[in-house]
């Protein structure tokens, strides 16, 4: 008898086992969260709007399941993803499972893709702009997760804003030495975010349609630093270092405009606004383009002429270009002509001088004291820089020299060659206007 009663415990045990096909069914877990937008950013973009996405992930949760927060202009509603799906419980949590959640914000993302890479989420496509980001324990209540991500932009991201009311995705990129193109590359397991490297301070920022305009942001490169050379230097100069940025804005066309700016400082958390796209403080950029950068030559009649100066060197066809090297013969048989030395002296002495680079190309930006105007001369091997003048004369000795305008990141000077007409240096040809 004892024996047959084992039996028939055994036997109730195994009925309440789980056939080999069944599942688990897990109570629905509803997420109750919010973002609280970083407001003291000073963004063009400042709070949240209808259509904007927060991708949450889990520490505990194996890439690419994740969560995404979607605004509808009032609340935000929460979905479960695995990969680019939408499925309920797809991150598998249960009641007092506990961790750490990451929350990202791209501005212009929202339809972003997670996928996995080994242990970590990617994003796809990438986007170049900033983005904002929070972290926040968690546990798993009641079959419920709440909480209030407080989000923050990382420290060294600037904006810049370009007014364009015919603005649309991608017809702009903007550059500028100072600011390197950023965006997240991915988020590990941790919750650690790997922004991209693939781009550096050559590269143009993309610019992204919003609220009338362009918005392009990057990360400030810290090894940027500018000279403002005052005065004509005739010795070792002594150079300060000034705020001075150059930006290069590209049309998808391929043409371009520039502007100069100086006395400015970007700053962790800059938003800029830039000349609107009808602005004349834009230079167009060119071959042929010329440029009034208010050097004044008064006459004996006492009028007052602006010269023109090409924007771009003989054979170059954009700014940072050093164009072709010429003998001093070849320099003077251009369509205009090199400037004479009181021309030289003139812009030395009656503008502001500044060394940077440009697009990663060193020289100096020449700009007006009296106007918006500016040119960039490129220095040879980001080195120095030597542009003929169209005087020539002879020595005491009977030799034969040139005059050459001179500079380097210490200074600049009006110098004479007597090296030969036939080296080879930089040509900016001028074009003055009759009064």
Known sequence: MMITAIAVLVSCGQENLLQENETVQQTPITFNLIANHPGATKAVKTGWEAGDAIFVFFDNVAAPKHLKMAYDGSAWACAEYDGATQIDGALGLTNGKKGTMRAVYLPFGSDATVSASENSFVFS???????LTATLDYTVTNGM??????????EGYVQFFIEDASATDGAYTLGTDAVIPVGVASIAADGTITETSDKSYVDDMPGYAYSGGYLFSGKLNSDYHSYKMEGFQTSTAE????????????????????YFVTGKTLSSHSAVKLPANNSDLWQNVGSGVTVEIGVIETH?????????????NVGASIPEELGTLCTFSAANNQD???????????ITNQCNWTWLTLH???????????NSGFIFLPAEYDKAG???????????TGEIFANLLYFNNEGYRNSASTSGLNTRHAVRVIMPQEP
Request: glycine share 6%; with cysteine; hydrophobic share 30%.
């Open 239 to 258: 150079t300060v270092e000034a705020n001075a940025y150059y930006f290069a804005k590209t049309k998808t066309d391929n043409s371009r405009s520039d």
């Open 336 to 346: 205009g002509t090199p400037p004479t030395n009181v021309q030289i002296q003139e």
């Open 360 to 370: 990663g190309h060193q020289g100096v930006v020449v700009s007006s004291t009296i």
């Open 145 to 154: 997760v709440s909480g209030a991500f407080d989000m923050s932009i990382p």
């Open 300 to 312: 004996t009649y006492n009028t007052i002429v602006l010269n023109k100066w090409n924007t771009c």
């Open 125 to 131: 496509p990438i986007y170049y702009a900033y983005y």
């Open 386 to 396: 030597w542009y003929w003048s169209s005087s020539s004369g002879p020595s005491s």
